[in-house]
């Protein structure tokens, strides 16, 4: 899931930052032995500047979610003035509308489903989710996702059924008993975290009946839910004020504020460790902003080396088949297994993606022959042939977004997306297969219906697959499965 509003399209992180360094010499006197004296005499134990460029790229491709996630939490829950302010901790907010072009806080944001949102403070005590009976048929998920962005939990029709239930969810401090009447527990790695509910959608006229499921979403401390007296209140804390616009300028400055929320473990304190000696993060010695202008520079090429690392994993770390990119990169601890590069790239393709099980997203930027797709230069088609649709238990669709910030486009249809639910009014060919559009202008009024409006422009495509089948054919593995998504072909 997974906004410029927290759409973290990290458009702003994808801006270029170029900074020369001073070359490297063998005299004493040369810039960079002189500024690292000078950090020592003012009392600044700082790594060598190579050193210190070295710990900085490593900081921003492991921060880089955490300060991802940080900042859609300011704008969510802290400040009520960001323009995305959603509701208090501890509160579900439920919308009551699928996103549009107008939403941009979160980069490549899901528009089949209406969300429901909860940022839980897990500090005070554990929090009781619960959910109401669900319709076979409408597929709705609750994906878990802490400080960390790992999906540490899920509840739902894939993964829970669609029967009413329970569910506690504690922090990382938690020790109890698990009390009568909860399903299961949850635990995050870290004291808050994000709770996304998506309730499916199948037209327009349907909106009423998800706003009934979503009002059966509840959350309450779990002392209420065992009608006990409550514990006393976490303190009251001063975030550092963040946006997710001001992410590229304010990099190390979150991630240093982040980091006081995110536990150290076997699994991150080597890395924290060296965070800690150029400045960020707790357990340092002295502040990042102190060191000088030399270290500066270096930290800044780091973050534009960084960045290109992640970049490059997503076009080459996935399997590219007929096109899309396919390939699993969301998930809990386990699942990453401290591959913070894996789990930067996931955060920039999407930040809040489920858990390959639960929905896979093949995205591209390149027709079938590997050329960039340009709306302002050409038409395109996407054909299923016939009995090849997305295999899927829930529900499929394709997006459209702009290939420069990976939002949702303005159209004279207010069509954002092609999904399965809306196969029965679309026109299938003489054999069968069925064609999309994919174009700037209206194909005309015959081919309408299967129009998916294009951006003047770069185009970024996402394919979503919500509970994908596991049997063949299936997409999974990811990138080994039965089932391949077919090309992208330019029109005729």
């Known amino acids: 899931m997974n906004t410029r509003n927290s759409m973290l399209s990290i458009a702003a992180l994808c801006g270029t930052i170029f900074v020369t360094l001073p070359a490297i010499g063998a005299a004493k006197s040369n810039p960079i032995s002189a500024a690292d004296q000078a950090d020592k005499n003012t009392g600044i134990s700082a790594p060598g500047i190579i050193e210190t460029k070295s710990i900085a790229e490593e900081a921003f491709i492991y921060g880089l ?72 048929e409408r597929y709705y998920s609750v994906q878990l996702v802490d400080g960390n962005a790992y999906n540490y939990g899920y509840i739902g029709s894939r993964a829970t059924g669609i029967d009413a239930g329970n569910y506690l969810v504690v922090g990382p401090g938690w020790k109890g008993e698990t009390p009568a009447g909860i399903k299961k527990v949850f635990k995050s790695t870290t004291p808050f975290g994000l709770t996304i509910f998506r309730t499916q959608l199948f037209n327009a006229e349907d909106m009423p009946n998800v706003v009934k499921v979503q009002e059966g979403y509840k ?46 473990t076997p699994e991150n304190k080597e890395i924290r460790a060296r965070l800690a000696s150029i400045g960020i993060g707790p357990g340092k010695n002295f502040e990042f902003k102190d060191l000088s202008l030399e270290h500066k520079a270096a930290v800044l090429q780091a973050m534009k080396e960084g960045d290109d690392k992640v970049s490059k994993y997503l076009n080459t770390g996935m399997k590219n088949i007929n096109g899309w990119n396919i390939g699993s990169v969301f998930g809990d601890s386990a699942f ?16 809040y993606g489920n858990d390959g099980i639960e929905a896979m997203y093949p995205m591209t930027r390149e027709d079938g022959a590997g050329k960039a797709l340009d709306g302002s230069k050409h038409n395109y088609t996407l054909t299923f042939p016939s009995g090849q649709l997305p295999p899927v238990n829930a529900f499929w669709s394709v997006t459209m977004y702009d290939g420069k910030t990976q939002l949702l486009i303005e159209n004279p249809i207010n069509r954002y997306l092609v999904n399965s639910p809306m196969l029965s009014g679309m026109k299938k060919n003489a054999d069968g297969s069925l064609t999309l559009y994919i174009q700037k202008d209206s194909p005309g009024k015959e ?15 996402v394919m979503r697959l919500y509970w994908p089948r596991t049997e063949a054919p299936s997409i999974l593995p990811a990138g080994e499965g039965s089932w391949s998504p077919p090309g992208i072909a330019q029109a005729k």
Do not use: C
């Open 336 to 351: 990453y297994k401290g591959d913070w590069l894996k789990r930067a790239a996931a955060a920039k393709g999407g930040i």
């Open 447 to 461: 081919k309408e219906v299967n129009w998916l409006p294009a951006p003047n422009g770069l185009i970024y495509l």
């Open 219 to 264: 959350a309450q401390p779990l002392s209420v839910f065992l009608k006990q007296s409550a514990p006393s209140a976490a303190a009251k804390i001063d975030f550092l004020p963040a946006t997710t616009k001001g992410i590229k300028k304010n990099f190390y400055a979150y991630l240093d504020a982040a980091l006081e929320f995110v536990p150290l």
């Open 65 to 136: 979610p955490i300060v991802m996630n940080y900042a859609v939490m300011n704008e969510f829950v802290i400040d009520k003035n960001s323009g995305q302010y959603k509701a208090p901790f501890n509160m579900i907010y439920n919308d009551a509308h699928v996103f549009t072009y107008k939403d941009t806080a979160v980069v490549t944001p899901n528009s089949d489903t209406p969300y429901s949102m909860l940022w839980l403070d897990l500090r005070a005590e554990p929090m009781v989710i619960s959910v109401p009976t669900v319709a076979k």
